[in-house]
């Protein structure tokens, strides 16, 4: 929109100076006259308003503002201040009672301090909404199993591509761990795994970290994948590996009180008639 602008300007001043070149020296004082008092023309009631109210005087008539004061023949002129200047000079003195009335008086609004704690209350919690949304900045804290059937498909793809090797397609193990059995090395749950696969497995004789490779929603992919494991039964399972891990937040099974035993009198004797 730009671009055309300008050269449709451009266009334009080009034609009228072809225009121009064309006239007599006669006509083109003409127009040289006509564009001068044209310029003149503009805004002159603006202009005319605007040196009112500035209480100017003509060159001839400036001793009429002029002041006792007179350094080394430099005159010094009772000139008023600009209109804009003035004005300003009101506009901020009302601002300033508003102000005053405003936030020491009735106390009607929240002051700076107070103002900056909500903001960061509204900022945190747009941040925390963001990153339900972007994938990318998940981590080891904010990932949750991932039970699309398009998340785990990509899951899928990834372990094919990059796991395999070391636990087999259907995570039996090989020269990684079992995946399918209740033991792990270093922890269960999708936090756990998630962490095992971003900074990898134990030093000198682990799983390599893999968050060079794979960005944090890809590694959320994976990780949920390999959790359907659980359960499952491998071709050639692999014997487990590590401890059992048991969810510390899955909901725990409330015992139910024995029911009291019931004493028997022995002396106690039933007559049947």
């Known amino acids: 929109m730009f671009l055309c602008a300008y050269l449709l300007e451009t266009s334009v001043k080009t034609l009228e100076r072809v225009l121009y070149n064309t006239l007599s020296d006669e006509a083109k004082e003409r127009y040289y006259d006509a564009t001068i008092a044209r310029k003149e023309q503009e805004f002159a009631g603006i202009k005319k308003t605007y040196a009112k109210m500035l209480g100017s005087k003509p060159i001839e008539d400036e001793g009429e503002i002029e002041l006792d ?3 080394d023949g430099i005159r010094e002129l009772d000139n008023n201040l600009p209109p804009w200047w003035v004005y300003l000079f009101y506009a901020t003195i009302l601002f300033g009672v508003v102000y005053l009335t405003k936030y020491h008086v009735f106390d009607i609004a929240p002051d700076q301090a107070e103002e900056y704690l909500q903001e960061v209350a509204i900022a945190e919690k747009e941040i925390e909404e963001y990153k339900k ?12 199993l991932l039970t699309d059937a398009s998340d785990l498909k990509a899951g899928q793809g990834i372990f094919q591509d990059n796991c395999i090797a070391c636990h087999k ?18 922890g269960g749950g999708i936090k756990n795994v998630f962490n095992t696969i971003s900074e990898g497995g134990r030093d000198g004789k ?3 970290s893999w968050k060079a490779d794979l960005s944090p929603s890809e590694m959320a992919q994976v990780a949920s994948y390999v959790m359907t494991f659980q359960g499952t039964t491998p071709a050639e399972p692999k014997e487990p590996e590590g401890e059992i891990w048991e969810d510390p937040d899955a909901p725990k099974e409330i015992e139910q009180p024995a029911a009291p035993e019931t004493q028997v009198d022995s002396t106690a004797v039933t007559f049947n008639n």
């Open 69 to 71: 004061h007179n350094y």
């Open 169 to 186: 397609a259907d995570g039996g193990g090989g020269i990684g761990p079992n995946l399918t059995d209740r033991y792990w090395i270093l």
């Open 133 to 144: 949304t972007a994938k990318n900045l998940i981590d080891v804290n904010t990932v949750t």
């Open 206 to 208: 682990g799983m390599v």
